[in-house]
């Protein structure tokens, strides 16, 4: 992850908008030269835009696009600058992950007025150069899971789908009953739509489905899903290097800057080691597992929930092996790395 900015265009009510200045400067404190020097390093570079938003300031993207060697390019945005961007940057990008909720009377209550056309009309744009398209989701109390994902899929113009619960920023709400008796119910519709798909050969995108299934038959998580201090790092506009994006301010996020850094040797939590579910989720999140803002016990409560979402998702494991048997689908195409796309497969 490359930090453009800490500026934001929007004041979501998740998060709240822009990061501080002095937690995040809005500009790029670092000359592109170090930036080349770390990415350049691996000759498998991934690098994903970040921000704040990111397209806030795309003179910096063009500057690392034209001067950094990386085989995949993407963007996690808001979509609301798209064209900010010139097109044959866009021609080059791989990945567009842009932020929204579902239906657009869910985004807009979240986002801002109006917000859901912009990002809608902008990634039809944006799929138009090839890139392709990852919606973006934050999931409240008022989104329906079921709803707002077919939704989504339904509108033809996102190749891919992921969400976060709303459980790291917000003040505490009742999410254990939401829980039960919306989001639950609503996944085992996902799921046995995303089954029924599969009998009829074809895999639908959703990220934390696929995710899980691909970490069954191939590669386990040693850690969070997102590879987050161990196979990713984000780079801010001071130039320290952090094991999360949105640790701007937290000590135990920072690896060291640009000039001398080092991965996280044990990226397992602690308390996560001897949970059946560690190679599937790795810790489901680093943020939440350090902060813990709900304490203890909401901690614990949002792991029971992650671990009934988590054995419904294997619940198919002997159906899908008959089903590569039978040859109606293929083993390679469940194949699936959080980290080429920097997707969340834990919500």
């Known amino acids: ?26 500009e790029v404190k670092y000359d592109v030269s170090k930036l080349k020097n770390v990415i350049e390093r691996d000759s498998e570079a991934v690098v994903i835009f970040y921000g704040g938003e990111p397209l ?12 950094v060697k990386a085989v995949r390019w993407g963007i996690q945005s808001n979509g609301i600058g798209a064209k900010l961007l010139p097109d044959k940057y866009w021609k080059r990008m791989n990945i567009a992950l842009f932020s929204i909720d579902g239906r657009e009377e869910i985004t807009d209550k979240h986002r801002g007025r109006g917000v859901y056309k912009v990002v809608t009309r902008n990634a039809k744009y944006v799929k138009e150069f090839g890139v392709e398209t990852i919606a973006r989701m934050a999931v409240t109390e008022d989104s329906d899971i079921y709803e707002e994902v077919m939704h989504l899929l339904s509108l033809g113009i996102f190749d891919k789908v992921h969400w976060q619960l709303n459980v790291i920023w917000s003040e505490r709400w009742d999410f254990e009953t939401w829980a039960y008796k919306s989001y639950l119910p609503g996944l085992r519709r996902l799921y046995e739509y995303f089954m029924s798909e599969l009998r009829r050969g074809r895999i639908v ?47 135990w996020a920072e690896l060291g800057t640009l000039e001398s850094f080092r991965l996280l040797d044990e990226p397992l939590p602690e308390e996560c080691k ?13 943020y939440a597992v350090k902060e813990k803002y709900w304490g203890e016990e909401g901690f614990k409560v949002v792991d029971e929930v992650t671990k009934e ?37 834990i919500p």
């Open 1 to 26: 992850m490359v930090l453009t900015t800490g500026k934001c265009n929007l004041t979501c009510d998740y998060c709240g908008g822009s990061f501080p200045k002095e937690a995040v400067p809005w």
């Open 56 to 67: 806030l300031n795309p003179k910096f993207i063009m500057s690392v696009m034209d001067n």
């Open 205 to 251: 995108k959703i990220v934390p489905f696929l995710g899980v299934i691909s970490s069954h038959f191939f590669k386990k998580y040693r850690g969070v899903a997102c590879g987050a201090g161990y196979e990713s790092i984000s780079v801010s506009t001071d130039g320290r290097i952090l094991s999360c994006p949105i640790a701007v301010r937290e000590k």
């Open 274 to 286: 001897s949970c059946e579910f560690k190679s599937y989720c790795g810790g489901r999140c680093l």
């Open 309 to 345: 979402y988590l054995r419904l998702t294997l619940s198919g494991i002997e159906e899908i092996k008959e089903l590569i048997r039978d040859n109606v689908i293929s083993l390679s195409d469940l194949k699936y790395d959080p980290v080429m796309d920097s997707t969340e497969v």
